[in-house]
């Protein structure tokens, strides 16, 4: 059992308030998800040919107190990118000019134990073992501002507590998934997919799911599609909250086992497994509220 929310802000002159307003959702999944949780944010995209990518060093030896200007310094004397960081602990956003491949190739060979977390021009993610309380107070999360967000709470069913095995997992750039229920069949999936290419990092099943949405959409599947395809592939009972630069994506597999609630208004869409990490949003009496059906694609855009 885990939660799930997202947030996604109709209004720019609300951005401000992400954080703020969805702590008190994230928190209110804790008895869903007591073990670790994760937020992935999106902001507006950065210009030119920037990138980001957000990093983990709590599986360093040095954990919070890592050495993320001595990184810095060693990517922009090797690559010429003029990579730049902001630091929170033991997570970091890097910024830097050009493509994401070479910059995430370099972190690989300087520091195997530092964790990659995402890439892209709008997303920056955070995830770490804890409470929600905990790891959103680690990490500022009353503060984030953007125009979306992904979060998670995750009760650990099939695959050890640990940084790495929290939600959001993410594929390629300006992607993440976030999952409640299980997958019986990941270990099939990952047999099909990793002679085609596809590199997994945990045993987690969630892991299985999204690694076979990025291997549809490298394939040139749009996300409806690749969910359509994921009906036929994935095995089990789920409920999908994805994220992309421009839209947050619901489903439910086709029996709808796993809880899901959504609120809409003129102002927001809020959405999380259970309606008690809705109840405190602004004119949320007002909404409509209403339970997403089994095997459809729901999809909202900023």
Same mark, same amino acid.
């Given at each position: 059992?885990?939660? !799930?929310?997202?947030?996604?802000?109709?209004?720019?002159?609300?951005?401000?308030?992400?954080?703020?307003?969805? #702590?008190?959702?994230?928190?209110?999944?804790?008895?869903?998800?007591?073990?670790?949780?994760?937020?992935?944010?999106?902001?507006?995209? *950065?210009?030119?040919?920037?990138?980001?990518?957000?990093? +983990?060093?709590?599986?360093?030896?040095?954990?919070?107190? +890592?050495?993320?200007?001595?990184?810095?310094?060693?990517?922009?004397?090797?690559?010429?990118?003029?990579?730049?960081?902001?630091?929170?602990?033991?997570?970091?956003?890097?910024?830097?000019?050009?493509?994401?491949?070479?910059?995430?190739?370099?972190?690989?060979? +300087?520091?195997?134990?530092?964790?990659?977390?995402?890439?892209?021009?709008?997303?920056? *993610?955070?995830?770490? !073992?804890?409470?929600?309380?905990?790891?959103? &107070?680690?990490?500022?999360? =009353?503060?984030?501002?953007?125009?979306?967000?992904?979060? %998670?709470?995750?009760?650990?069913? &099939?695959?050890?507590?640990?940084?790495?095995?929290?939600?959001?997992?993410?594929?390629?750039?300006?992607?993440?998934?976030? %999952?409640?229920?299980?997958?019986?069949?990941?270990?099939? #999936?990952?047999?099909?997919? &990793?002679?085609? $290419? !596809?590199?997994?990092?945990?045993?987690?099943?969630?892991?299985?799911?999204?690694?076979? *949405?990025?291997?549809?959409?490298?394939?040139?599947?749009?996300?409806? =599609?690749?969910?359509?395809?994921?009906?036929?592939? *994935?095995? $089990?009972?789920?409920?999908?909250?994805?994220?992309?630069?421009?839209?947050?994506?619901?489903?439910?597999?086709?029996?709808?086992?796993?809880?899901?609630?959504?609120?809409?208004?003129?102002?927001?869409?809020?959405?999380?497994?259970?309606?008690?990490?809705? =109840?405190?949003?602004?004119?949320?009496?007002?909404?409509?509220?209403?339970?997403?059906?089994?095997?459809?694609? +729901?999809?909202?855009?900023?």
């Amino acid at each position: 059992m885990c939660g !799930i929310v997202g947030l996604l802000l109709k209004k720019p002159a609300l951005h401000e308030r992400l954080g703020e307003l969805m #702590v008190p959702m994230l928190i209110g999944m804790t008895e869903r998800g007591p073990d670790s949780a994760g937020m992935a944010v999106f902001g507006p995209p *950065l210009p030119g040919q920037q990138r980001k990518i957000s990093l +983990y060093s709590g599986l360093t030896d040095d954990g919070a107190a +890592y050495d993320w200007v001595g990184l810095v310094d060693a990517i922009n004397a090797a690559l010429k990118v003029h990579a730049t960081p902001a630091i929170k602990g033991n997570h970091a956003v890097l910024r830097f000019e050009g493509q994401a491949e070479p910059v995430k190739a370099f972190v690989k060979a +300087y520091d195997a134990k530092l964790h990659l977390l995402s890439t892209g021009r709008s997303i920056e *993610l955070y995830k770490d !073992i804890g409470t929600p309380a905990q790891v959103a &107070e680690r990490y500022d999360f =009353a503060h984030l501002a953007g125009s979306h967000l992904v979060g %998670h709470t995750r009760m650990a069913t &099939e695959s050890a507590v640990t940084p790495d095995r929290a939600h959001p997992f993410t594929a390629g750039e300006d992607f993440c998934l976030v %999952h409640n229920g299980s997958l019986s069949n990941p270990n099939g #999936v990952r047999r099909m997919l &990793e002679p085609r $290419g !596809i590199r997994f990092e945990t045993d987690n099943d969630t892991e299985a799911a999204c690694r076979f *949405l990025e291997w549809r959409l490298r394939e040139g599947d749009t996300l409806h =599609a690749a969910l359509q395809k994921g009906f036929e592939a *994935l095995d $089990g009972f789920y409920t999908f909250l994805m994220g992309t630069a421009t839209e947050l994506a619901l489903i439910r597999d086709p029996f709808a086992c796993k809880p899901a609630v959504v609120a809409e208004t003129d102002d927001y869409v809020a959405i999380a497994s259970e309606f008690r990490s809705l =109840a405190h949003l602004p004119d949320v009496k007002h909404a409509r509220v209403f339970e997403p059906a089994p095997e459809e694609m +729901y999809v909202w855009k900023i």
